[in-house]
Structures are given as C-alpha cells and as structure tokens.
C-alpha cells in the first residue's frame, strides 16, 4: 500500500461495540479492510486513517454497518463539522 497518498482521519461512534469481543471483532474487520492505514479503538468508537483514493468512509460506515455494528460519524456540535478532516 502506497503510504504516501493522501488521507484522512474518521471519528466514528460504534454504540454496540460494548464489550472486548465486539472491539475485536470491529479490530479484525477494519485491520483487512484495503486503503486502512491505522486504527485505534476507543469505548463505542473508532479512529480511523485511511486512504480517500482507495476507499471512501461512508463504505468503511457499510462494511462495519455490514457486521451488524452501528457507525456514525461524530459531529462536532459547535461547529457542525463531521468526523472527517483530511491532513
């Protein structure tokens, strides 16, 4: 995987990821998933890098949707903005 394309970050709310092996089964999912460059769970969410070229993040929502998990972008309510933010 070409690392020096560009990427962006997404901030994702998983409620239903609650437990250590829901957090491993969302881990193992978005670990096989082309364009992901990094991952870092936290309680009921995720962080996500990932490769805009490759794969976009409402398909990366469908895959863990797909699972059976809920995913949905943070919103930041000052500003309105979503999860997403390119660097």
């Known amino acids: 995987m070409n690392t020096d394309l560009p990427s962006e970050e997404l901030d994702l709310a998983i409620p239903d990821m609650d437990s250590p092996g829901a957090s491993n089964q969302v881990a193992a999912l978005l670990k096989d998933i082309p364009g992901i460059l990094q ?3 936290v309680k009921r969410g995720a962080f996500i ?3 805009p070229s490759v794969i976009d993040h409402a398909r990366i929502c469908a895959l863990i949707r797909q699972a059976g998990f809920r995913a949905s972008t943070f919103q930041d309510s000052e500003t309105g903005d979503t999860g997403v933010s390119s660097q």
């Open 49 to 51: 890098r990932y490769q």
């Open 39 to 41: 991952i870092r769970l």
